[in-house]
């Protein structure tokens, strides 16, 4: 109350009163701010000293490719410069998804049937109680999400509602938001309870989200035979949330999987969604 007491009366004297990111848009150039905001929004120190780097290795960078727009002032360019454009962009392109990712965490949703041990495997990951874990198939009715750091790099951990055909009308609008969020997911994971004959819907599950880790739960229990005849692509891991095997060799697992390789240590990356918005009208020029 006593700020916003303090902010009406400088308006009153004509003061104009901005929010941050308006102050930092006025008072630098729009891709120096973007830079800013960008950094103020890191979860990690390692991502942190990405952006701070990202913003010194080449500040007038965004203004001389936001020209290249210009079919003029491309026309004019040499063609050892275009060249050299056109290498620049190609490389963007191909770590835009980690640039993005800089400034947000990377988004890993877990999937599977009911009661396979999906709150408890992201509580295990996390490191501590986030989502609520009860012997109880449908539990779970909304995404449940988690958000940690792996390596230095952020990462948000979802918990869905078990996918199985159900009546039940709630249930269902659960298991509809489930689909949505792993159909949007950065990684999925999907989670299999391996004490538990397969059945046709761990199948559809399989064939549906052909990409996703597998990952066989309940290792601690002797498993069911029946999954000895179901073919898998990549075999499952192994892990066990009751005593937590196997689950440091799952993080290392998702990491090689979002993260495989690091850019290049001077290559400009779009970390902000105007960046990214210029890189996708410069694409055309490398086609």
Not at 95 to 115: D, M, Q, R, T, Y
Not at 209 to 215: G, I, R, S
């Amino acid at each position: 109350a006593a700020i916003s007491r303090i902010l009406a009366d400088l308006e009153q004297l004509g003061v104009k009163v901005l929010d941050w990111q308006n102050y930092l848009e006025q008072s630098q150039n729009i891709w120096g701010s973007d830079y800013l905001q960008a950094i103020s929004c890191a979860r990690t120190f390692r991502t942190a000293e990405l952006l701070l780097h990202q913003r010194q290795i080449n500040p007038n960078f965004w203004q001389e490719f936001s020209r290249c727009q210009d079919s003029h002032y491309w026309a004019q360019l040499d063609d050892e410069t275009q060249l050299n454009h056109r290498n620049i962009i190609q490389q963007m392109q191909q770590w835009s998804e980690f640039g993005k990712h800089l400034a947000s965490p990377w988004n890993i949703v877990i999937g599977g049937l009911p009661n396979v041990g999906k709150s408890s495997l992201i509580n295990a990951i996390l490191g501590y109680k986030r989502a609520i874990v009860v012997d109880q198939p449908g539990t779970t009715r909304d995404v449940v999400t988690g958000e940690t750091a792996i390596d230095g790099w952020p990462v948000l951990l979802s918990d869905t509602a078990g996918q199985r055909e159900t009546g039940d009308v709630l249930e269902s609008a659960g298991i509809d938001r489930a689909i949505q969020a792993m159909q949007k997911a950065d990684l999925q994971i999907l989670l299999l309870d391996r004490a538990t004959a397969p059945d046709q819907q761990n199948q559809i599950l399989m064939s549906k989200f052909p990409e996703a880790l597998l990952v066989f739960n309940k290792i601690d229990i002797e498993a069911d035979p029946n999954w000895n005849n179901i073919a898998f692509q990549v075999k499952p891991l192994d892990v066990s949330c009751e005593t937590g095997q196997g689950i440091e060799s799952l993080i290392q697992s998702i990491m090689q999987k979002l993260i495989p390789q690091l850019p290049p240590e001077n290559l400009v990356l779009p970390v902000t969604s105007r960046q990214q918005h210029l890189l996708s009208k410069l694409i055309p020029l490398i086609q």
